[in-house]
T-cell receptor
Framework: AQKITQTQPGMFVQEKEAVTLDCTYDTSDPSYGLFWYKQPSSGEMIFLIYQGSYDQQNATEGRYSLNFQKARKSANLVISASQLGDSAMYFCAMRLSARQLTFGSGTQLTVLP | SQTIHQWPATLVQPVGSPLSLECTVEGTSNPNLYWYRQAAGRGLQLLFYSVGIGQISSEVPQNLSASRPQDRQFILSSKKLLLSDSGFYLC????????????FGPGTRLTVT
């Protein structure tokens, strides 16, 4: 069965610095997608970035990049130049061909001024 | 542009009372629709998904049911609420330009007392 693991319940980063949020996954399916979502205190889930298992290059979306290491089954999110508005809960998720998203337990990021 | 609505935003219901949460999507047709539940401080759990009118797949045996009476309407129901039904309920749709991405609604915070 597929599984997503986020081992960092909480992270702190100084404003304007970069931060890496860890995510490892487990699946035997060769075709899958990896996602990162941001959930601010308002509760809405905001899509940040996507990486397909067959993508050759790491995904980037503005200040967000995904460090995809397929052999290690890791998909870490890197946020560059952190901003106060980046403080939120971050979820890693995986989707197999059956459509359902499986979410990790999340990492609470706090950006310090 | 596409938008997704959920109501109510918050709800407090006594144990044993019925429940009806509604989700509607605008600006797209034939979307895949999803209901998730998020317990406090945890990740999202998929409850139901639907690929078309009247087509519902259940992921977790529980006290809840879902229906899709119209193409862009998804309803989550219960005949008798349990304390364990408390949580944050999120509806999501999928089928946009980036077909792998799920777009989430603002959520409903349910407290069963």
């Amino acid at each position: 069965a597929q599984k997503i693991t986020q081992t960092q319940p909480g992270m702190f980063v100084q404003e304007k610095e970069a931060v890496t949020l860890d995510c490892t996954y487990d699946t035997s399916d060769p075709s899958y997608g990896l996602f990162w979502y941001k959930q601010p205190s308002s509760g809405e889930m905001i899509f940040l970035i996507y990486q397909g298992s067959y993508d050759q290059q790491n995904a980037t979306e503005g200040r967000y990049s995904l460090n995809f290491q397929k052999a290690r089954k890791s998909a870490n999110l890197v946020i560059s130049a952190s901003q106060l508005g980046d403080s939120a809960m971050y979820f890693c998720a995986m989707r197999l061909s059956a459509r359902q998203l499986t979410f990790g337990s999340g990492t609470q990021l706090t950006v310090l001024p | 542009s596409q938008t997704i609505h959920q109501w109510p935003a918050t709800l407090v219901q006594p144990v044993g009372s019925p429940l009806s949460l509604e989700c509607t999507v605008e600006g797209t047709s034939n979307p895949n629709l999803y209901w998730y539940r998020q317990a406090a401080g945890r990740g999202l759990q998929l409850l139901f998904y639907s690929v078309g009118i009247g087509q519902i797949s259940s992921e977790v045996p529980q006290n809840l049911s879902a229906s899709r009476p119209q193409d862009r309407q998804f309803i989550l129901s219960s005949k008798k609420l349990l304390l364990s039904d408390s949580g944050f309920y999120l509806c999501a749709w999928e089928g946009g330009f980036r077909t792998y991405e799920q777009y989430f609604g603002p959520g409903t915070r349910l407290t069963v007392t």
